[in-house]
């Protein structure tokens, strides 16, 4: 898993460094953010989003291509953006209304919304600082730790959901953050804490199932008991004032989207 993680930092950290992708990305941002305050339909948002993967991964392609195969990935991508445009003008032409408002309604109106841009927001912001400041790689260490900028933000929402989740995840948040600033030279309570780890985090999921909380948020714990189980594995790779960053990130993050939406219940 370790070595799948790095290659996968690899490939991030290559596709970032090429322009064209970049350019493309903001794009894909733009147009699909366009897409949902312009109140497309299912059909036509689904649509565009298979349009903007179908470009993106033109443009993986071409980034990552050698040399002699840089002039035939380069001409796919050219024939993907020319589809791209046509496809987004059919579906754009007769848009006539585009509403910040709708977009924020579209939001307000749905808790898996609200938790899906909660739980992508602090990773990005992690990615996006690392890559600015040049510190560390884009999935592996860096300024901000994107471990405790994710872990921070499902202890918050499951504090604003469930405080007894909370108290079970406290545990499995100390397995996976601890390791990544710090060597637990004593074995023994190395592994007393990821015993008791594990099992407060197949606990914590039992009870986020039984009381019915929304997938976004199983799903998001049940990522908690993953990175529980892979921390085992992990080592240093942050120093102390990265990961409180990290978690700030994901603590602030989290409480003032919870805010903006009005579904901030912990005080």
């Given at each position: 898993?370790?070595?799948?993680?790095?290659?996968?930092?690899?490939?991030?950290?290559?596709?970032?460094?090429?322009?064209?992708?970049?350019?493309?990305?903001?794009?894909?941002?733009?147009?699909?953010?366009?897409?949902?305050?312009?109140?497309?339909?299912?059909?036509?948002?689904?649509?565009?989003?298979?349009?903007?993967?179908?470009?993106?991964?033109?443009?993986?392609?071409?980034?990552?291509?050698?040399?002699?195969?840089?002039?035939?990935?380069?001409?796919?991508?050219?024939?993907?953006?020319?589809?791209?445009?046509?496809?987004?003008?059919?579906?754009?032409?007769?848009?006539?209304?585009?509403?910040?408002?709708l977009?924020?309604?579209?939001?307000?109106?749905?808790?898996?919304?609200?938790?899906?841009?909660?739980?992508?927001?602090?990773?990005?912001?992690?990615?996006?600082?690392?890559?600015?400041?040049?510190?560390?790689?884009?999935?592996?260490?860096?300024?901000i730790?994107?471990?405790?900028?994710?872990?921070?933000?499902?202890?918050?929402?499951?504090?604003?959901?469930?405080?007894?989740?909370?108290?079970?995840?406290?545990?499995?948040?100390?397995?996976?953050?601890?390791?990544?600033?710090?060597?637990?030279?004593?074995?023994?309570?190395?592994?007393?804490?990821?015993?008791?780890?594990?099992?407060?985090?197949?606990?914590?999921?039992i009870?986020?199932?039984?009381?019915?909380?929304?997938?976004?948020?199983?799903?998001?714990?049940?990522?908690?008991?993953?990175?529980?189980?892979?921390?085992?594995?992990?080592?240093?790779?942050?120093?102390?004032?990265?990961?409180?960053?990290?978690?700030?990130?994901?603590?602030?993050?989290?409480?003032?989207?919870?805010?903006?939406?009005?579904?901030?219940?912990?005080?």
């Amino acid at each position: 898993m370790e070595k799948f993680i790095i290659k996968l930092n690899d490939m991030v950290k290559h596709m970032f460094k090429n322009k064209i992708f970049l350019i493309h990305i903001v794009i894909a941002i733009i147009i699909t953010t366009l897409g949902i305050m312009s109140d497309l339909n299912e059909t036509q948002l689904a649509i565009l989003i298979l349009t903007i993967a179908s470009s993106l991964r033109g443009s993986v392609n071409y980034s990552l291509a050698s040399k002699k195969k840089k002039i035939s990935s380069g001409a796919m991508l050219l024939f993907n953006a020319l589809c791209a445009s046509i496809i987004g003008y059919l579906i754009f032409i007769k848009i006539n209304n585009i509403s910040l408002e709708l977009l924020y309604n579209k939001i307000y109106n749905s808790q898996t919304n609200i938790l899906l841009l909660i739980l992508i927001i602090a990773p990005i912001i992690s990615i996006i600082a690392k890559i600015i400041t040049k510190n560390g790689e884009p999935l592996y260490g860096g300024i901000i730790s994107g471990h405790g900028a994710f872990v921070s933000t499902v202890l918050v929402l499951s504090l604003n959901y469930n405080f007894l989740i909370f108290i079970f995840l406290i545990l499995p948040a100390l397995s996976i953050i601890l390791p990544r600033c710090m060597n637990l030279k004593n074995k023994i309570l190395k592994k007393i804490l990821y015993g008791s780890s594990i099992t407060t985090a197949i606990i914590a999921i039992i009870i986020s199932t039984s009381q019915k909380l929304n997938l976004i948020l199983i799903t998001a714990i049940a990522l908690i008991f993953c990175l529980t189980i892979l921390a085992q594995q992990g080592e240093k790779v942050h120093k102390k004032y990265e990961v409180c960053l990290g978690i700030l990130t994901g603590t602030i993050s989290t409480i003032l989207i919870l805010i903006m939406f009005q579904n901030f219940q912990i005080l």
